[in-house]
């Protein structure tokens, strides 16, 4: 069994694929698997997986029916057995270093849920986010961690995984409240070891983090009562009765239509 098993889901970002599974094949730590997750991807996503799988026999690949990011990424993890996972967008890179420098923070530190690091972004923009050393009371105010965190599966499964009945709305920071809320907190590497990639489909969804993240986060609120202030709370509620109940369940497109129809 490899150490660590990194996950790429892929929907509609089949043309960025190869080079991200390429700095995972180029990492300095070796005791790692790939799985591959095919979303019902609309674009050649099957055909561009089927020529790395050709090349590279050991990378696991699997098929989900559209699931939506919080699914898909369940059934990624869920498939392997693993002692540590790591999720990587397939637009996305990390350093040749990534897998060695936070599987040692995660071996040294038994008590410590998930590790990240600094982000530097790529592509259309060139800059550089220092994300702040991990504190819980600070991540009730908002989330500051990135989705590619290499995460300790024990912890993951002490919490539940990722809750299905998000269907992929600030996901990352649900799983980051659910965690802390256990005890398994993060720890900051200060490098720059992940890549994001800031291309022309990060303006889709800059649209909607400004028109939906607020709601999304009263949301979370509301689930998770016991470690939110009761202020926050109430206010919470009273943004969450304008909107249907399974309104985190649906995808964007059936969002944007209740939006309309009301």
Not at 35 to 58: C, G, Q, R, W, Y
Not at 83 to 107: M, N, Q, R, S
Not at 127 to 133: N, T
Request: include cysteine; proline fraction near 4%; aromatic fraction near 14%.
């Amino acid at each position: 069994m490899n150490l660590v098993n990194v996950i790429i889901p892929v929907y509609n970002q089949a043309k960025y694929l190869e080079e991200c599974v390429q700095s995972v094949l180029n990492q300095s730590f070796k005791k790692y698997s790939i799985t591959i997750i095919n979303d019902d991807s609309p674009d050649n996503a099957k055909e561009v997986i089927n020529k790395i799988s050709l090349k590279h026999k050991n990378i696991q690949i699997l098929y989900t029916p559209d699931l939506g990011n919080t699914r898909c990424r369940n059934v990624g993890i869920n498939g392997t057995k693993s002692k540590y996972f790591l999720l990587l967008d397939a637009d996305d890179k990390i350093h040749k270093d990534f897998l060695k420098e936070t599987i040692k923070v995660l071996d040294d530190n038994p008590e410590i849920g998930f590790c990240y690091t600094d982000t530097q972004h790529f592509g259309v923009a060139n800059s550089f986010w220092e994300q702040p050393d991990y504190n819980f009371f600070r991540l009730l105010q908002g989330n500051y961690i990135c989705y590619c965190s290499l995460i300790r599966r024990i912890a993951f499964e002490d919490v539940g995984g990722y809750n299905p009945e998000n269907y992929g709305y600030q996901e990352d920071y649900e799983l980051w409240l659910r965690l802390g809320r256990k005890g398994w907190y993060g720890k900051h590497i200060p490098k720059k070891l992940f890549y994001y990639q800031i291309h022309d489909n990060n303006n889709s969804r800059s649209k909607r983090t400004v028109q939906f993240d607020p709601v999304y986060r009263e949301f979370l609120i509301t689930w998770y009562p016991e470690i939110f202030p009761e202020q926050l709370q109430e206010h919470a509620k009273q943004v969450v009765s304008q909107y249907p109940i399974d309104f985190m369940n649906v995808d964007h497109a059936e969002q944007e239509k209740y939006l309309k129809e009301n």
